[in-house]
């Protein structure tokens, strides 16, 4: 089982900035893809973004675009996503996930990302 270690989230006014980290407990030639989830309350987890491991192509939801980077470190199996000109509705648990190479997946625990005005 994959360990997923998150940071990085927290409380930030509308129109601030966040920064999601997130290392994985496995080498970097053992994953496939990273990215983040999020789960706002009442509602479903839904995909934020994603970045494959080795072209390092990135994925993103229609909402965030323009306004979310995700990038790795491929060396360290760590995954970052940078969240620019927040809004309300930004304001979910952030989930990390990994899909291995062979096959499997991993959830990280949550980081909390409130925005308020």
């Not at 994985?24 to 789960?39: C, D, K, L, T």
């Not at 229609?62 to 060396?75: E, H, L, N, P, Y």
Request: glycine share 12%; aromatic share 12%.
């Amino acid at each position: 089982q994959v360990q997923l270690e998150e940071s990085g989230g927290g409380l930030v006014q509308d129109g601030g900035s966040l920064r999601l980290s997130c290392t994985a407990s496995e080498r970097p030639s053992n994953i496939y893809n990273m990215g983040w989830f999020r789960q706002a309350p009442g509602k479903e987890r839904e995909f934020v973004a994603s970045i494959s491991w080795s072209a390092g192509s990135t994925y993103y939801t229609g909402s965030v675009k323009g306004r979310f980077t995700i990038s790795r470190d491929a060396a360290k199996s760590t995954v970052y996503l940078q969240m620019n000109t927040l809004k309300a509705e930004d304001t979910a648990v952030y989930y990390c996930h990994v899909n291995k190479l062979l096959g499997g997946d991993s959830w990280g625990q949550g980081t909390q990302v409130t925005v308020f005005s």
